[in-house]
């Protein structure tokens, strides 16, 4: 039964607890391989003990860079523990940037500089007055800094171009992210094991270090890096009373630069509070166990999940899970950061009742919340976290994830705990929570998932028409049908009958099918950095022009099921992702996944 579950939840979670965590994770700078993240780490194993969870413990895994998990490599160990950036013009030193006050100032996985750091000349490149236009050609860039305006910067060209040119490295104000009023360094990530070291910096520091570059100024670079610490994933469980019965995951990563307060302190805190309040509720009432195990895992963004994963394909492995729940950035002040708390869905290739239960109880959470202000609502599937390791046909696990993807603060030295909502932090545990108890317990009974159901298909049919009035006839009759189709399976799954197939509306077949020819989870990263540079920089493009391009990439290969051609698999992408896709778009992105060998289409 659900009846009355969202109001206890709500009581038992421990707000001012899940607050504290919050801050106190903040404080570690929690790269994949570091030792901020293996502190932060032994934070988490004893708060979870302390929330109540068993079996809690931390595993170790090399943080080496070479593949462990099928095609998912481990981190580099890198911990920062010098980064500053002194600027001088003649003797006088005009500008300091030192990431022990500056968060997120240094470019992860840059590269070390002698002990007592390196003095370097200072090159502009852009276009303002006295920027060159661009580091193509050299420019005078051997043993320089590139100041880099934000006209000028492009990632994966400019480093090669820097690389080639000699450059020791670059500073950019380009992923700067804020108000001009109150601006904040955003993040760059260079490749492991890059020669290069590079600062982010706000706008008003880089106008200081590209006025000095111009009357001729110096900088001083010191970086020094430690190498030794491990890739940690921390787990703890609630047992279930049936050891036979299937268990439901809940997901958090843990890594991020400090402060890293909504991404994703928030969701590492609300885990543990989910832990509290559902332990909490069984010391209260023995009846509130579940048959089902509730397991939590923290630890980095994807590898800690493919880790995991990977456990459960070994001998006398931990078996794979019923559901999973990600939480990630789910505590986001929506006054501030400017964007809905959003429940984004499993894939709809096989149907799943785990979305309309998690909608139900965000429902419920914000109905019951109602004096404060905020919204949520629904996204599909986009596959930009934790969760997406489990949407792979070959794990085939439904995953639902809370979240709030549109923070204005996301990635920068901004996301700090003062942008975290402690109303939403509420919601989302408690919702959380409810979810995980119902999913563990069986699921509500048989009437009451129905008018669960029954009321989330009216709601779709009704957004359904809102979102097919947007488009085009043919493209919209499309769309309803299948939105149709999927309300019909999820009736007939929560009516106990026969599992039908997922939401599909095929055209006429045209070419050859399409299949999945890769091991584990998908990887798209190894899949594009095993592409031919030409296509790898065509496709960083495409996906820093729209980030969901990845997402119909992921919706691609996923479809790639040996029976769909490539347009069906486009077409059933464009309507799971509820946007027409430009088809130069998705012939660019289709060619690079047959030109990856992650798929094939099948001999004529």
């Not at 990600?326 to 429940?343: H, I, K, T």
């Not at 901004?414 to 109303?423: E, F, L, R, W, Y």
Request: hydrophobic share 40%.
């Amino acid at each position: 039964m659900t009846d009355g579950l969202l109001e206890r939840c709500l009581r038992l979670v421990p707000l001012d607890e899940v607050t504290r965590h919050v801050e106190r994770v903040c404080r570690h700078d929690r790269y994949q391989g570091s030792t901020g993240l293996e502190r932060a780490a032994e934070l988490v194993a004893e708060s979870a003990e302390a929330a109540g969870l068993t079996d809690v413990g931390i595993d170790q895994y090399a943080a080496d860079g070479e593949a462990q998990w099928w095609t998912w490599r481990a981190p580099v160990s890198w911990t920062p523990l010098t980064a500053v950036l002194d600027v001088h013009e003649g003797p006088e030193r005009i500008l300091r940037v030192d990431h022990a006050e500056q968060p997120f100032s240094v470019a992860t996985y840059s590269a070390p500089t002698a002990p007592g750091g390196r003095d370097v000349r200072l090159v502009r490149i852009g276009g303002g007055a006295g920027g060159r236009p661009g580091p193509g050609g050299g420019h005078g860039l051997a043993g320089a800094l590139a100041v880099v305006e934000r006209s000028a910067f492009g990632h994966a060209r400019m480093l090669r171009e820097l690389q080639d040119a000699g450059a020791v490295g670059f500073v950019t104000d380009a992923p700067w992210k804020g108000t001009h009023e109150a601006p904040h360094p955003g993040r760059i990530e260079l490749p492991p094991g890059s020669p290069l070291s590079a600062f982010s910096v706000t706008p008003a520091q880089l106008a200081r270090i590209a006025a000095a570059a111009d009357r001729g100024g110096r900088a001083l670079m010191t970086v020094a890096v430690d190498r030794s610490a491990a890739m940690p994933v921390v787990s703890g469980v609630l047992p279930g009373t049936d050891p036979d019965a299937g268990e439901v995951w809940l997901t958090a990563h843990l890594c991020h630069p400090r402060p890293g307060a909504n991404d994703n302190a928030s969701g590492v805190a609300a885990l543990l509070g989910v832990a509290s309040a559902l332990a909490a509720a069984r010391r209260q009432d023995a009846r509130f166990g579940t048959r089902g195990s509730v397991r939590f895992f923290w630890g980095p963004e994807f590898l800690g999940q493919a880790a995991v994963l990977h456990q459960c394909f070994g001998s006398g492995g931990r078996r794979l899970p019923d559901a999973v729940i990600n939480l990630d950035m789910v505590g986001e002040d929506q006054a501030r950061c400017a964007s809905p708390f959003v429940v984004e869905r499993p894939p709809d290739l096989v149907p799943s009742l785990l979305g309309p239960l998690a909608e139900h109880f965000v429902e419920e959470v914000f109905a019951a919340t109602a004096d404060h202000p905020g919204s949520w609502r629904p996204s599909p599937f986009l596959g930009f976290s934790d969760h997406a390791l489990y949407a792979d046909p070959g794990i085939g696990r439904p995953g639902v994830q809370f979240c709030h993807p549109d923070d204005r603060f996301n990635h920068s030295a901004g996301d700090a705990p003062d942008k975290v909502s402690p109303i939403e932090m509420l919601r989302s545990t408690a919702a959380a929570a409810a979810l995980a108890q119902t999913v563990a317990g069986g699921g509500p009974d048989r009437e009451g998932l129905a008018r669960i159901v029954d009321r989330w298909c009216a709601r779709e049919r009704t957004r359904a028409r809102t979102v097919a009035s947007r488009h085009g006839a043919p493209w919209a009759r499309r769309y309803l049908t299948r939105v149709e189709a999927g309300c019909e399976a999820l009736t007939a799954l929560a009516a106990g009958e026969p599992r039908p197939s997922g939401a599909r509306t095929p055209l006429r077949p045209e070419g050859p099918a399409v299949a999945a020819h890769w091991p584990g989870p998908l990887n798209l990263r190894e899949m594009m950095g095993g592409l031919p540079p030409g296509t790898r920089a065509e496709l960083a493009d495409l996906i820093a022009a729209d980030k969901h391009c990845l997402s119909m990439l992921f919706h691609f290969a996923i479809r790639a099921d040996g029976r769909r051609t490539r347009g069906e698999i486009v077409d059933d992408t464009s309507l799971a992702l509820e946007r027409e896709i430009d088809p130069a778009v998705s012939g660019r992105l289709f060619d690079a996944l047959l030109e990856s060998g992650w798929v094939r289409e099948a001999p004529s």
